[in-house]
Nanobody, 125 residues
C-alpha cells in the first residue's frame, strides 16, 4: 500500500489542523493505521493508532484529549484532527500502515510496514 500524507501547515498556538493520509490499493481496510511525528533534532515518536474498523483507538499521553484519529475505509483515507495545538506539536507528521501479521507494540514504529512521506506542522507561539 502507498500512503500520502497531507494537510500540514502553519498555525498559531491554540489552533486546529486536520491531517489526511490517502492510501492506494483495495486492502486499506485490512491495515491498522498510525500517526507518528518527528520534531527537529528529536527521535520519531508515536502519536495515535486506529484499528482496521475504526472501533479502537490509542493515543500518546501528550496528545490525548486534543487529537482525534479516524478513518474512512470507503475513501481509503485516515485522518488526524488536531486541536488546542501547542508549539511542542511542531514536527513532521507521518502516517503508517501495519499488516495484521505484524507483531510488536502498536506504538512502535518498527511494527509498521508502510510509511507516507510526511507533512510538516508548525505551531507558532
Amino acid at each position: 500500500v502507498q500512503l500520502q500524507a497531507s494537510g500540514g501547515g502553519l498555525v498559531q498556538a491554540g489552533g486546529s489542523l486536520r491531517l489526511s493520509c490517502a492510501a492506494s490499493g483495495r486492502t486499506f481496510s485490512s491495515y491498522r493505521m498510525g500517526w507518528f511525528r518527528q520534531a527537529p533534532g528529536k527521535e520519531r515518536e508515536f502519536v495515535a493508532t486506529i484499528n482496521w474498523s475504526g472501533g479502537s483507538t490509542y493515543y500518546a499521553d501528550s496528545v490525548k484529549g486534543r487529537f482525534t484519529i479516524s478513518r474512512d475505509n470507503a475513501k481509503n483515507t485516515m485522518y488526524l484532527q488536531m486541536s488546542s495545538l501547542k508549539p511542542e506539536d511542531t514536527a513532521v507528521y507521518y502516517c503508517a500502515a501495519r499488516s495484521r501479521s505484524s507483531g510488536g507494540y502498536y506504538s512502535s514504529g518498527d511494527s509498521y510496514d508502510y510509511w507516507g512521506q510526511g507533512t510538516l506542522v508548525t505551531v507558532s507561539s
